[in-house]
């Protein structure tokens, strides 16, 4: 119940995915809780999008996040 305690994160979503509104939501409770979290909804993008870089830039981009969230925390 309490999220006071975790680390920085950083929460990728997909417009299209059916678990998008509870990553979101779970992004904006660790921000509520005063936990620095970056929460990122791709548009028009689907559920395992993160691993098509082969077919969609947008999941290029969001893997360069995620590598820049890794190197800010490390």
């Avoid at 970056?38 to 981009?61: E, Q």
């Amino acid at each position: 119940a309490d999220l006071s305690g975790l680390p920085p994160a950083l929460v990728i979503t997909a417009e299209y995915d059916p678990l998008r509104d509870e990553g979101n939501e779970y992004g904006h409770r660790m921000q509520r809780a005063g936990v620095p979290t970056t929460v990122t909804c791709y548009a028009g993008m689907i559920h395992g999008f993160f691993s098509m870089t082969s077919m969609l830039d947008r999941a290029k981009d969001a893997q360069a996040q995620a590598v820049r969230a890794l190197l800010s925390a490390l």
